[in-house]
């Protein structure tokens, strides 16, 4: 498994907070994303996604926005927990055809505080 | 359910030597995908299959690497010959349908240090 890299951009919150990730995605003509989240030694795992067609989605505890005006998209994470520290990815989904080929972003790291 | 598996789970070569990655995708995921990570870099597409046939394998950096899917099951990934700057994690996703959208499910990944 990874270790994640110890160069990646940190949000620090405490416990119990609304923590907010945000990201620039490149292609503009897009039309999936998705946020991943990344545990030490495990590999991405989902966590939420959204078409292009959407403005807002929510899951359990988690919400993504996405502005394609200026190509950003944000996590929210509700009521953050010690369980939630990770590293979180933002992708895009640049393929023409059919499949998944999934442009990641740099990933964020979030570390939460009791 | 088996998730996607990946062995080994870290491997450490020095630059020459050849190395071979191996990923078992979900059982019944036709799709099944190569991702790695560099230095710290972004997560980056290295190539597709559908069940033994591979679709898109632009992502590939060079001809040092083959990706093979033989009998549409496992994959393997062999680097030949390894060089320093392949190090780094390479993960394996499989989905189940071709959609576009469908999800992806990682492995943990192979940590590959070439020295």
Not at chain 1, 25 to 49: M, T
Not at chain 1, 68 to 81: G, R
């Amino acid at each position: 498994g990874e270790s994640v890299g110890l160069h990646l951009p940190t949000l620090s919150v405490q416990e119990g907070d609304n923590s907010i990730i945000n990201c620039a995605y490149s292609n503009s003509a897009s039309d999936y994303f998705i946020w991943y989240k990344q545990e030490s030694g495990k590999g991405p795992q989902f966590i939420i996604d959204i078409r292009s067609n959407m403005d807002k989605r929510q899951g359990q505890r988690v919400t993504v926005l996405l502005n394609k005006t200026v190509k950003h998209l944000s996590l929210q994470i509700a009521a953050t927990q010690p369980g939630d520290s990770a590293v979180y990815f933002c992708a895009e989904n640049g393929a023409s055809g059919g499949y998944n080929k999934l442009i990641f972003g740099a990933g964020t790291r979030l570390a939460v505080h009791p | 359910e088996a998730g996607v598996t990946q062995f080994p789970s870290h491997s450490v070569i020095e630059k020459g030597q050849t190395v071979t990655l191996r990923c078992d995708p979900i059982s019944g995921h036709d799709n099944l995908y190569w991702y790695r990570r560099v230095m710290g870099k972004e997560i980056k597409f290295l190539l597709h299959f559908v069940k033994e046939s591979k679709q898109d394998e632009s992502g590939m950096p060079n001809n040092r690497f083959l990706a093979e899917r033989t009998g549409g099951t496992y994959s393997t990934l062999k680097v030949q010959p390894a060089e320093l700057e392949d190090s780094g994690v390479y993960f394996c996703a499989s989905s189940q349908g071709p959609g576009k959208n469908e999800k992806l499910f990682f492995g943990s990944g192979t940590q590959l240090s070439v020295l």
